[in-house]
């Protein structure tokens, strides 16, 4: 059992994916473990970044902040987390400041670049210093 799960969270499908996750994190999670749902905002390089309206990129993390506020709805045992940066660091650093003893992400099908999971599942497998589990 573990104390700690952390989750990245996918905000495509309607989160089904991240329900999955959490129905099986909870399965796994020690009686007052935490699941903690973290989602990253992919970083915009600057040039690009100086042509965006800073009120869109600010409406954009309320988005993201509301989506996951409504799957942790009523759970108790669920903290939400919104960064931005590259994707594999900033989940893995959430797992450092929450203390996971798990971290969970779902990986999809795979390309010819990426062939057995994405590209971001594969950073954390192999930089992770827990175990991960990786779900399709």
């Known amino acids: 059992m573990y104390k700690s799960v952390v989750i990245a969270a996918a905000l495509f499908n309607q989160g089904a ?3 999955a996750a959490m129905e099986r994190a909870r399965a796994l999670l020690a009686a007052g ?3 903690t749902l973290v989602h990253v905002i992919d970083e915009v390089p600057g040039y690009v970044a ?8 600010t409406a954009r993390r309320r988005e ?3 989506q996951l506020a409504a799957l942790a ?3 108790p045992d669920v903290d939400v987390v919104v960064r ?4 594999a660091a900033a989940i893995l650093g ?8 798990l971290i969970m992400i779902a990986s999809h ?3 010819l670049s990426d062939y057995f999971i994405g590209s971001t599942a594969a950073r954390i497998v192999r930089h992770a210093p827990v175990s991960v589990l990786v779900t399709r």
């Open 84 to 87: 931005e940066g590259q994707p």
């Open 17 to 19: 994916t991240t329900r």
């Open 109 to 111: 099908k795979p390309g």
């Open 33 to 35: 473990g935490k699941i």
């Open 73 to 75: 709805a009523g759970a």
């Open 94 to 101: 959430t797992a450092k400041e929450t203390g996971a003893d």
């Open 64 to 66: 993201v902040e509301d």
């Open 50 to 57: 100086a042509s965006i309206p800073k009120e869109h990129m």
